[in-house]
Every structure is written in structure tokens, then in C-alpha cells.
């Protein structure tokens, strides 16, 4: 099963897992879905939109689990990203890890994600 991934703030994360759904982040509501990642391209998302970010969390999904509201999508230069336009129900959960930032400023990801 190939996951794919939601980098969230670890307050809204902790939120959402005390609610039992995850309704995005203010840029997720403010374009009217969910950016998930698949695992090619977690780095990438995080070196371009997290660039610096602290106290941030990984959360692996299952996509299978999040149904008819999961659209592959270009996005700028023409990648199909993952997009949920759903509320984020936690059973789709895998993993949740935290994203440390490296000496570097750049975050820590593991081999699994190139």
C-alpha cells in the first residue's frame, strides 16, 4: 500500500485528534481542500511550504480509506498532487510522526521518502 501524507501543524493536529477529523490547515480551507502528498514528494512540499517550521507532524494515509472526495490534481509545474475535498476522518490514520528540523533548518525525513 502506497501512503500518502499531510504535513500539519502538531496544535491543529492535536486538535483534529481530539475531534475525530481533521478540517485542514487556514491554507487547506482557504483553497477549499486538503494538500496531501504522495511520498515522492513530501520533501519537496516541506522544503516549500514549511521551510523552517517547527513543532510539525507527519501523518501518513491510507487512500483507499478516504474515498470519492480524493482527486489527483496538477499543481503548479504540472505534478499530480493529492487532494481531499472532505473533512479528513481519522480512521484513513497510518502514522503520525513528528518532522524535526535538522541543524540544517531543512526537516528530517527517513530514507522512504526520496
Known amino acids: 500500500m502506497e501512503l500518502i501524507y499531510k504535513i500539519a501543524p502538531a496544535e491543529l493536529w492535536h486538535q483534529a485528534e481530539l475531534k475525530g477529523v481533521f478540517s485542514g490547515s487556514p491554507a487547506d480551507e482557504a483553497d477549499g481542500f486538503i494538500h496531501l502528498s504522495t511520498s515522492a514528494q513530501v520533501r519537496g ?3 516549500r511550504h514549511f521551510a523552517g517550521q517547527d513543532n ?12 470519492p ?3 489527483y490534481e496538477p499543481a503548479s509545474g504540472g505534478a499530480l498532487f ?5 473533512p479528513l476522518k481519522l480512521d484513513a490514520v497510518v502514522s503520525v510522526a513528528t518532522l524535526p528540523l535538522g541543524p540544517d533548518g531543512s526537516h528530517q525525513l527517513d530514507e522512504k521518502f526520496p
Request: hydrophobic share 50%; no cysteine; aromatic share 4%.
Open 82 to 86: 493529492p487532494h481531499l475535498y472532505a
Open 56 to 67: 510539525l507532524m507527519l501523518v501518513g494515509l491510507d487512500p483507499k480509506r478516504l474515498g
Open 45 to 47: 512540499t516541506a522544503a
Open 69 to 71: 472526495k480524493l482527486r
